[in-house]
């Protein structure tokens, strides 16, 4: 089967093409596991994370991708919650202890990461760890909600705010605009205010319902009860701590910041960033239940899922693009034409 490999950790500025397109064996389903003919596959800025070192793969080489849509191809030896050719979806969640904190679990396994995941023709997968996908979306469109649609509702959940309260998102990339539109269906009288660097994203978000969007450093018509850092640097998280209101919450939905602007942390004053009891408090991973409920949800919204598709060939050129921030949306591979 085709499949694109990451043989090693890079420096994306000196490698700009850490994947590898290769022929791999077939996978076949173990006990308790299904096998996916793979339709598509999303592309994460966690994929980034992966290849250059910041959270490595536990083994190499390793497929990367965790939004993943496809068929059901072969039922492992007792495997009973899918048939074939059902449509299914796996998300960055791979494998756990299946408790209400398996999210935090020494036995979390990423798909992806720790298990060969979508960017392939074909990949396994325990079932529990597979949903079925609601028939309002499209694969592709279906393909950001198993990521950025997860974590974004569990990043939602963990803001709590209640219906009213003035949220904010800074990042508006695949999770920032799901994000949006899921709180102006929750919590409808609740104001969202998006910002982002781009005037692009920030026009981009004004479409999609937000009541005011600016650049990280503008202010916004009210403090933030709370909100919800989708960005892989730290301005903007230090910027987000000074817009919120006393007793305000920052949610950081990343699984690592990255360290080219780290030095700004020294700048951190106490009184504008932290006092009046604000908090922190980080998204690690996503559950089963996380995804479970969130799809659903987005088929009642139903969200409206932006989206920019490339062949399964061109992984790396995904990869920079949205590493460059070249952004609207989430962008999709192509596996299966």
Not at 23 to 48: F, K, N, Q, W, Y
Not at 63 to 70: A, L
């Amino acid at each position: 089967m085709r499949a694109m490999l990451l043989e090693s950790t890079v420096d994306l500025d000196q490698n700009r093409r850490p994947l590898q397109l290769v022929d791999l064996p077939r996978p076949v389903a173990d006990a308790g596991e299904i096998l996916i003919e793979v339709s598509v596959c999303g592309v994460c800025h966690t994929e980034l994370d992966e290849i250059e070192g910041r959270a490595p793969p536990s083994s190499l080489p390793v497929v990367p991708g965790h939004e993943v849509v496809g068929r059901v191809a072969q039922l492992g030896e007792g495997s009973s919650r899918f048939e074939p050719w059902d449509r299914v979806g796996v998300g960055w969640i791979y494998a756990s202890d299946g408790s209400d904190a398996e999210n935090l679990s020494a036995s979390f396994l990423a798909t992806g990461r720790d298990a060969n995941g979508g960017y392939a023709e074909f990949m396994k997968v325990p079932e529990t760890y597979a949903y079925p996908i609601p028939d309002e979306f499209s694969d592709i469109e279906a393909a950001p909600l198993l990521c950025a649609g997860g974590v974004g509702y569990r990043s939602l959940r963990l803001a709590g705010i209640r219906d009213g309260q003035v949220l904010g998102l800074t990042g508006f990339g695949g999770s920032g605009h799901l994000v949006l539109q899921l709180a102006k269906y929750l919590y409808p009288a609740s104001p969202v205010y998006v910002f982002a660097r781009s005037a692009k994203e920030r026009e981009f978000a004004l479409t999609l319902g937000a009541d005011w969007s600016g650049d990280t450093d503008d202010e916004p018509p009210l403090k933030a009860h709370a909100i919800i850092d989708t960005t892989p640097a730290w301005k903007p998280l230090l910027a987000a701590l000074e817009r919120l209101r006393p007793g305000g919450r920052l949610v950081v939905n990343a699984i690592r910041k990255e360290a080219g602007d780290r030095h700004l942390l020294a700048d951190i004053r106490y009184a504008e960033h932290l006092w009046l009891e604000k908090e922190i408090k980080t998204v690690a991973n996503v559950t089963h239940n996380d995804i479970a409920e969130f799809l659903p949800l987005a088929a009642r919204v139903p969200l409206r899922v932006e989206t920019e598709t490339y062949a399964l060939e061109a992984a790396n050129e995904a990869l920079m693009a949205l590493r460059a921030g070249h952004i609207k949306g989430a962008k999709v591979l192509l596996i299966k034409q």
